[in-house]
Nanobody, 121 residues
Framework: DVQLQASGGGSVQAGESLRLSCATS????????IGWFRQAPGKEREGISC?????YYADSVKGRFTFSSDTATNMLYLQMHSLKSEDTAVYYC?????????????????WGQGTLVTVSS
């Protein structure tokens, strides 16, 4: 079974950094588009970064967030710098059908339980 579990969220001040982790099992990264999503209060879920042959970022996080993966440990990471209050959301990691564009609405895939990031200004 494909499983993902995000962790590492917390409360930080604007301008600070945070690194999210995602433990995965049951699939190979090369067979999926892997990504990070977030859902802010009262808003739709949005894709913020995904990776298959290349790594893509939403404009809202480009230059501040970095997506990485470790195939040896089956871990995904999202390094977040210069956090803003508008980054406050529940963050999810996901495995999507290969070639998916996570920056567009996606409904098919596997999402793990999220982790809450709260940024105070």
């Amino acid at each position: 079974d494909v499983q993902l579990q995000a962790s590492g969220g917390g409360s930080v001040q604007a301008g600070e950094s945070l690194r999210l982790s995602c433990a995965t099992s049951g699939f190979k990264f090369d067979d999926y588009t892997i990504g990070w999503f977030r859902q802010a209060p009262g808003k739709e879920r949005e894709g913020i970064s995904c990776s298959d042959d290349s790594t893509y970022y939403a404009d809202s996080v480009k230059g501040r967030f970095t997506f990485s993966s470790d195939t040896a440990t089956n871990m995904l990471y999202l390094q977040m710098h210069s956090l803003k209050s508008e980054d406050t959301a529940v963050y999810y990691c996901a495995a999507l059908p290969y070639g998916s564009n996570c920056l567009q609405p996606v409904s098919i895939g596997y999402w793990g339980q999220g982790t809450l990031v709260t940024v105070s200004s």
